[in-house]
């Protein structure tokens, strides 16, 4: 069995244009998706990423107990921002095998990248205000930039937004 978990931002839900595609285009390969809700967590008190970070983590574990991801042949993990940060927490502190796709990743998400861990790929809007795409782009892993987007991979046209959402999710199956 394959599973893939979508972990959001805080901004950024499974609801999103981008998660709904990849989602749809995973199912049709045969992976069995798990969307993950952050709506109750109530980030906006927060004040620190990490906390937010360790929140999130929390509310994953509760989440995705009887998912038996221990079980699966295959467990990919797509994720946005701190969605990046507890998804890769959550496998470094289950010790699944697992890869990742991480979709715009936080410095404080780079942290908890180990030598045994699977990135599959990156995405980042070249004007992302959180982490240049150069420097994203030194962690050895394939990295895809994307232009006139920010952090939110969207730009003020709907139909270049649709076209960006489309390339990047057969940019994401490609490399799985």
């Known amino acids: 069995m394959k599973k893939a978990v979508l972990f959001p931002g805080t901004g950024y839900t499974c609801r ?3 998660f709904i595609l990849t989602g749809r285009e995973l199912e ?3 992976w069995t998706v798990v969307p993950i809700n952050w709506s109750a967590i109530p980030f906006k008190p927060v004040r620190t990423v990490k906390e937010a970070g360790d929140m999130a983590l929390g509310y994953a574990i509760c989440l995705l107990k009887d998912e038996k991801l221990d079980k699966c042949d295959e467990v990919l993990f797509v994720s946005k921002s701190l969605g990046c940060i507890s998804a890769l927490k959550y496998s470094s502190l289950l010790n699944l095998k697992s890869r990742h796709v991480l979709l715009t990743p936080t410095r404080e998400a780079l942290e ?3 030598s045994y861990t699977d990135v599959v790929c990156a995405v980042i809007g ?3 205000p ?3 795409a150069d420097e994203l782009g030194t962690h050895g892993f394939p990295v895809m930039v994307v232009p006139g987007t920010g952090h939110s ?3 003020d046209d709907p139909d270049t937004t649709e ?3 489309s390339d990047i ?3 994401i199956m490609r490399m799985i």
């Open 16 to 18: 999103e244009e981008l």
């Open 28 to 30: 049709r390969k045969g």
């Open 112 to 114: 908890e990248i180990s």
């Open 126 to 128: 070249i004007d992302d």
């Open 130 to 132: 959180l982490m240049s």
């Open 153 to 155: 991979l969207k730009c």
């Open 163 to 165: 076209k960006i959402t």
């Open 169 to 171: 999710t057969a940019y």
